[in-house]
């Protein structure tokens, strides 16, 4: 048996990075998977892929419309929630504070923390009690990176809404807690060493493990978060990052 035999789970920005390695798990695992994604083409390659235990719904998580959208699918299906995974993030090109637009600023908090925040109150209704709710941090709330105070600012934030939904939710015994990993190797990974060997060289300098980690080795933190495994865990932190923080 699965650690998620029979569960509906609901991974925001499911169709590629952590996300997807997220979903994959748990299909694994025995889950029915729904992942959401702006783009058609990469949700429809994940259902390909994964196949008939994943569901797509197109959608931005930081749009309230189609929030909404996805909660109308969810009622539409019948099921309540039993594991949600807020997932969905993003950053920008480095700017230090006093070059931040604000445009700027809203693009990245908008996503970040107002839509990790607007996805669980859209969703938290729909879970069934004693559910279970992942959010992705990173360490880069702890670790003030120059030229990222919105994007280390909102993980920040996303760490800390991990413990008031805990402190609120006690009643219907959902636990919510953060998982924050550091440098991984996706595309967002690889578009940040741009191809510069000298620079994945300098960040895996800072990695006691000596490499950036895999998507998969987020996913299991995520499942352990996500399922029994860690029943009496709540209102915490996983970090995932080789110890780079911790140096």
Known sequence: ?????????????????????????????GADVVVTSPFQAE????????????????????????????????????????VLVANAGRDVASTDIVDTSAEVFDTVAGLNFRGTFFTTQR??????????????????GHN?????????????????LARTLTAELRARRIRANAVSPGP????????????????????????????????????AAVLFLASDESSFVAGAELVVDGGMSQV
């Open 1 to 29: 048996m699965g650690k998620l035999d029979g569960r509906l789970a609901v991974v925001t920005a499911g169709t590629a990075g952590i996300g997807r390695a997220v979903a994959t798990r748990f299909v694994a695992e």
């Open 43 to 82: 949700l429809d390659a994940t259902v390909a892929a994964l196949g008939p235990h994943v569901t797509g719904v197109r959608g931005d998580a930081g749009s309230l419309a189609d929030l909404d959208e996805l909660v109308a699918t969810l009622r539409a299906g019948g099921r309540p929630v039993d």
């Open 123 to 140: 969703l938290v209704p729909l879970m069934r009690d004693g559910g279970t709710i992942v959010l992705t941090s990173s360490i880069a």
């Open 144 to 160: 003030g990176g120059p030229g990222h105070a919105v994007y280390n600012a909102t993980k920040a934030a996303v760490r800390s």
């Open 184 to 219: 991984t190797a996706t595309a967002v990974f690889a578009e940040f060493v741009r191809g510069d060997d000298e620079v994945e060289r300098q960040v895996v300098e800072q990695i006691p493990v000596g490499r950036v980690g895999r998507p998969e080795e987020v996913a």
